[in-house]
């Protein structure tokens, strides 16, 4: 409102909502999908007063009319510069966990599994794409010797991905004596189908942490959102991760639709069991699902009743984690 500086906003949200997004008078543009190279081109063209139409990736207005360009190709992550850690106090985003001084990297974008709850669909469209072994090392080794971490977290979406790819960053830790452990993002199955040799391999390389998402302790459900994963299969991973030095923490989620009590009751006595079999593991509090625009499960919940917001000042104050939603029956809400 102050100001005639051109206001952009990027990111899931103005990807998944571009038009909605710019109804708002105080926002000129929007990135939708990534921005590196997209802002870029923004910021050159509006720099020699170009034509905005030859930018992809962006939503601007003409003529208090919204525009939507095609989008932009996704990009090549091993054609972009490093990250520019010299332009902030890194010290600030040190976490600690673990009694370890711990920074998160990305090294893949993505996620090619169909769980119909997730933003991925509407964002990345099922794709993945990821850095080269050889970038990512040389990444953990700067982090390492300017910072003195001694944790790398990736916060990947599905860090698995490349199984091939998983070995070689973890021989390169191993090559280059890196004092560290680190940490991942990941699916339960991908944790089932490593092989005792390789399973201690990435432990010997300092596989410490694991956050995976279970969601529900009902077949039912997990069918029903397309985990693709099996309850038994929870059970044993967490059964294994018991016996070694290692320390997952697992994700659950309810309200979905067609959720009974019997189904609530299923998850809240997995989550009970992981942490009775295995004193090392954690589970998040149990989030209340959120329909995301252009996810699967977004459009089922709305033929439900779901309203949902209809500007962008409605999403900032809309309940993320309140179990109010048109398709809970009122009976569920208490075991909520």
Known sequence: ENSDVPVVWGGVHPTLLPEQTLKNENIDFVVVGEGEVTLYNLVK?????????????????????????????????????????HLVDVKRYIQRRYEKDILPIESSRGCPMRCTFCYQEGYWRRTWRAMRAERVLNEIKKLVDDYNVDHIFFFDDNFFVDRKRVFDIAKGIIDEKLDITWGVQTRVDAIDRLNHREFDF????????LRIGVESGSQRILNMIKKDITIPQVIRVNRRLAKVD??????????FPTETIEDLKKTSHLALKLIDEN???????????????????FEEVCKLGFRPPETLEGWATFEMDTPHMAWVPHENLKYI
């Open 279 to 297: 004193p090392k593991a954690r589970i998040t509090h149990i989030t209340v699902y959120t329909p995301y625009p252009g996810s699967v499960l």
């Open 246 to 255: 290692a320390h997952p923490t697992y994700n659950f989620m309810c309200g």
């Open 202 to 209: 990435l432990l010997k390389s300092g596989y410490y942490e």
């Open 45 to 85: 063209t509006l720099e020699k007063d170009g034509n905005l139409k030859n930018v992809k990736g962006i939503g601007y207005k003409e003529n208090g009319k919204i525009r939507i360009n095609e989008r932009a190709p996704l990009v090549d992550l091993n054609s972009l510069p490093p990250v520019p850690y």
